[in-house]
Nanobody
Framework: QVQLVESGGKSVQAGDSLRLSCVASGRPFSDYAVAWFRRPPGKEREFVGTISRGGTVTQRADSVKGRFILSRDNAQNTVWLQMNSLKPEDTAVYYC???????????????????WGQGTQVLVSS
């Protein structure tokens, strides 16, 4: 079992940058692929990006490509979501999630992810 805690969400202006953190405890974090999802106000949860257990493979949603970057440091049990050039439509509760994966494996399917954090709110004002 792994526990996840997100942090870093806050209110910012359009064009600003923000970095979210997801810190894990429990089982070795290097065993898990990790993803970020978000739930905009009044909408369904959507995929943002994912990173493999070793950090060598990443995928991002088209809506955030060129603006958001995922990285991880397994020694610190942490995954980061660097968000640049933020837009009002990035406003959402952001969740990190993890599943036990093989090397290089990633997934955009939220049903694969067994472990979820509580979420952190990001509000982008125009």
């Amino acid at each position: 079992q792994v526990q996840l805690v997100e942090s870093g969400g806050k209110s910012v202006q359009a064009g600003d940058s923000l970095r979210l953190s997801c810190v894990a405890s429990g089982r070795p974090f290097s065993d898990y692929a990790v993803a970020w999802f978000r739930r905009p106000p009044g909408k369904e949860r959507e995929f943002v990006g994912t990173i493999s257990r070793g950090g060598t493979v990443t995928q991002r949603a088209d809506s955030v490509k060129g603006r958001f970057i995922l990285s991880r440091d397994n020694a610190q049990n942490t995954v980061w979501l660097q968000m640049n050039s933020l837009k009002p439509e990035d406003t959402a509760v952001y969740y990190c999630a993890a599943y036990f994966a093989v090397t290089g494996e990633v997934s955009r399917d939220d049903s694969r992810y067994r472990h979820w954090g509580q979420g952190t709110q990001v509000l982008v004002s125009s």
